[in-house]
């Protein structure tokens, strides 16, 4: 046999206010370690020399998005590391995705 519910009582939290903590609740421990897991890659590309790399940078430059304040936090970061571009290139340089877009160098012009 199921329990019954308990009724809703005024010693428990409003129903919108259950539902914020919920949020929290349920995700704030695996967000922690993300995060704890992006500043240790950081730390590592730069103890090795490596933050230059244009996917370190774009990297950085997408972490600003999470604490500027403005919604839609998601849909800007994933725009920020893909390739705006619309047109198909004109030959594949057969790379694999590399998680961040890279603009391409200027072709080199003869002398």
């Known amino acids: 046999m199921t329990k019954p519910r308990p009724s809703r009582t005024s010693g428990r939290l409003p129903a919108a206010a259950a539902q914020r903590a919920a949020v929290v609740d349920h995700s ?6 993300k995060l704890l897991e992006v500043a240790a890659f950081l730390d590592r590309v730069e103890r090795y020399g490596a933050a230059g790399d244009f996917r370190c940078v774009a990297l ?6 999470l604490v500027d304040g ?4 998601a ?4 725009e920020q590391l893909s390739d705006p571009t619309t047109q ?4 594949t340089s057969g790379k694999a995705a590399l998680g961040a877009w890279q603009k391409p160098s200027s072709p080199k012009r003869a002398k």
Do not use: G
Not at 28 to 33: G, K
Not at 60 to 65: E, G, P, S, Y
Not at 75 to 78: D, G, S, T, Y
């Open 88 to 91: 198909p290139d004109a030959v």
């Open 28 to 33: 704030f421990v695996p967000v922690r370690a």
């Open 70 to 73: 403005k919604p839609a936090r």
């Open 60 to 65: 950085r430059q997408a972490a600003k998005i």
């Open 75 to 78: 849909r800007r970061i994933l």
